[in-house]
Every structure is written in structure tokens, then in C-alpha cells.
């Protein structure tokens, strides 16, 4: 079955950080484009980063460009997102999606929460 | 840029029909056949129903259906069943690197 389970999240202090991990199962993360996209508590849908199918190619929404990082291990199928200096503004649910070539995003990892908090 | 625009709400008895619109610029929307529909029930992850404007995910229910005109692109849930009622967000490619993919506000979908 294809599945993206997501792992990382808790609760962080302002201008703290955490690594989020995405662990795919069913196909190789290597061998698609793959995204991070959040959804702050009863809001709507956001986009994060995106890593393209060669992983030369990586891009950042404004608001968290220069303190999130994306990232791929293909060794152990996982794809990652370091997020530094994180603001209160961060606090979501964050998932894992799997891009097809038509640039929708068709499978989506169940989401695991970040709370940025003193 | 920023978010497409949703309407808020929408609602309908079972067996109606309804559309939802998602309104964006020529930038996103209106610029490429890259608008996708997703559905997601209340504490669940999205699910992809719509993608490149009107095909569905091979197996999806023929009763969910996109368009698109100009700026404004649609979906259309035909025969109203219960479990329907959720959040719904359209999605555009954009092609800036700043801001790869936008979402819309979204929609609550009501089955009276």
C-alpha cells in the first residue's frame, strides 16, 4: 500500500527547532517531487517547501524561507524538513504529500502537529 | 499572491447538486491547467478528488467534476450524499519559486 507517515512533531520554543521525517512506504521517494504543506489550527491549507524528483531542485513559501530546510534520504526511503527559528506563527499540522507529475498532490502523509510556545 | 478565494460555505439536500468556485488571477488560476480539488473530512488528512483541472483519481466517484474558466476555476458535487459533507480547497500551480503552489480559503460543504 502507498503510505507517508509523518513523525517529529511537539512542542517547541520560540526561536527553537525541530526535524520533521516523513517515511514513505509503496514507492520511492526519490523517484517523485515531494512537499511539506501545513494547516495552522482551524484554517486552511498552506504550502510549505517542495523538493524536486532529482532533489537538484529545492523551493520555500516567503514565510519560512531561510529557516526550513528540505531534505531526502533515498537509503532510507524519508523525506525531511529541519525547521529553525521557529515562530509562534508556525504552529500546525504539518503533512507530507507526494507530488504527481499533473502538480497535484495525491498522497498525503495523516499530519503530525507543531506547537511553538513558551 | 495570495490564497484563492472560496466561498465559505455551501449547502445542499442529498441528492442536489452543487458548485463550489475558487477565484485566482491570471498567475495561478488562469494561467495554467494546473488546478486541483482536494476533500478533507474533520481531523483527517486531504484527499485528492480533482487534478489539471477536471480528471479524477482513477476509482474517484463520477460525481465530483472541475472546471474552469478564466481566473475561475469550479467544482461540482452532483447527487448530494452525506458523507460529502466536509472542507474542500482548490489548488493551483503557480510557477514562482516563492510560492510554488496556492491554496484556496476553503469551503464547508453542508448536507442539509
Known amino acids: 500500500e502507498v503510505q507517508l507517515l509523518e513523525s517529529g512533531g511537539g512542542l517547541a520554543q520560540p526561536g527553537g527547532s525541530l526535524r520533521l521525517s516523513c517515511a514513505a512506504s509503496g514507492f520511492t521517494v526519490s523517484s517523485y517531487a515531494m512537499s511539506w504543506v501545513r494547516q495552522a489550527p482551524g484554517k486552511g491549507l498552506e504550502w510549505v517547501s517542495s523538493i524536486s524528483t532529482s532533489g537538484g531542485s529545492t523551493y520555500y513559501a516567503d514565510s519560512v524561507k531561510g529557516r526550513f530546510t528540505i531534505s531526502r534520504d533515498s537509503s532510507k526511503n524519508t523525506l525531511y524538513v529541519q525547521m529553525n527559528g521557529l515562530r509562534a506563527e508556525d504552529t500546525a499540522v504539518y503533512y507530507c504529500?507526494?507530488?504527481?507529475?499533473?502538480?497535484?498532490?495525491?498522497?498525503w502523509g495523516q499530519g503530525t502537529m507543531v506547537t511553538v510556545s513558551s | 499572491q495570495s490564497a484563492l478565494t472560496q466561498p465559505a460555505s455551501v449547502s445542499g439536500s442529498p441528492g442536489q447538486s452543487i458548485t463550489i468556485s475558487c477565484t485566482g488571477t491570471?498567475?495561478?488560476?488562469?494561467?495554467?491547467?494546473?488546478v486541483s480539488w482536494y476533500q478533507q473530512h474533520p481531523g483527517k488528512a486531504p484527499k485528492l478528488m480533482i487534478y489539471?483541472?477536471?480528471n479524477r483519481p482513477s476509482g474517484f466517484s463520477n460525481r465530483f467534476s472541475g472546471s474552469k474558466s478564466g481566473n475561475t476555476a469550479s467544482l461540482t458535487i452532483s447527487g448530494l450524499h452525506t458523507e460529502d459533507e466536509a472542507d474542500y480547497y482548490c489548488s493551483s500551480y503557480t510557477g514562482s519559486s516563492a510560492l510554488l503552489y496556492v491554496f484556496g480559503t476553503g469551503t464547508k460543504v453542508t448536507v442539509l
Open positions: 489539471e483541472v477536471t
Open positions: 491570471s498567475s495561478d488560476v488562469g494561467g495554467y491547467n494546473y
Open positions: 504529500a507526494r507530488r504527481m507529475t499533473a502538480r497535484a498532490f495525491d498522497i
